[in-house]
């Protein structure tokens, strides 16, 4: 099992951007950023295999970029022009196999790192 520590959360006026980072203990095939706001589901956030190109929610698209740094074991999540909307507890996952965007069935977990922007 992988062992995933997220960090960079905080509080961001709308607009703002924030920079998330994961430290994994070793490197896995796909890495993947979720999020979960209060009161709702699960929902994928971007997705980067190795070798591949990222792709992402449609929440997101635009304004979110995700990239990793093997050499650092860091996986990132770079968040541009953030809305109340993007509020929530962001985790990032690792798997031997990329997934849908849609499908959660991840093997490993973080503890998550909130974002709140207000």
């Known amino acids: 099992h992988v062992q995933l520590v997220e960090s960079g959360g905080g509080s961001v006026q709308p607009g703002g951007s924030l920079r998330l980072s994961c430290v994994y203990s070793?490197?896995?095939?796909?890495m993947a950023w979720f999020r979960q706001a209060p009161g709702k589901e699960r929902e994928g956030g971007a997705v980067?295999?190795?070798?591949?190109?990222?792709y992402y929610g449609d929440s997101v698209k635009g304004r979110f970029t995700i990239s990793r740094d093997n050499a650092k074991n860091t996986l990132y999540l770079q968040m541009n022009s953030l809305n109340p909307e993007d509020t929530a507890m962001y985790y990032c996952?690792?798997?031997?196999?990329?997934?849908?965007?849609?499908?959660?069935?991840?093997?490993?977990w973080g503890q998550g790192t909130q974002v709140t922007v207000s």
């Open positions: 070793v490197s896995v095939y796909c």
């Open positions: 980067i295999p190795t070798g591949s190109a990222a």
């Open positions: 996952a690792a798997d031997r196999v990329c997934r849908p965007i849609w499908d959660e069935s991840w093997q490993d």
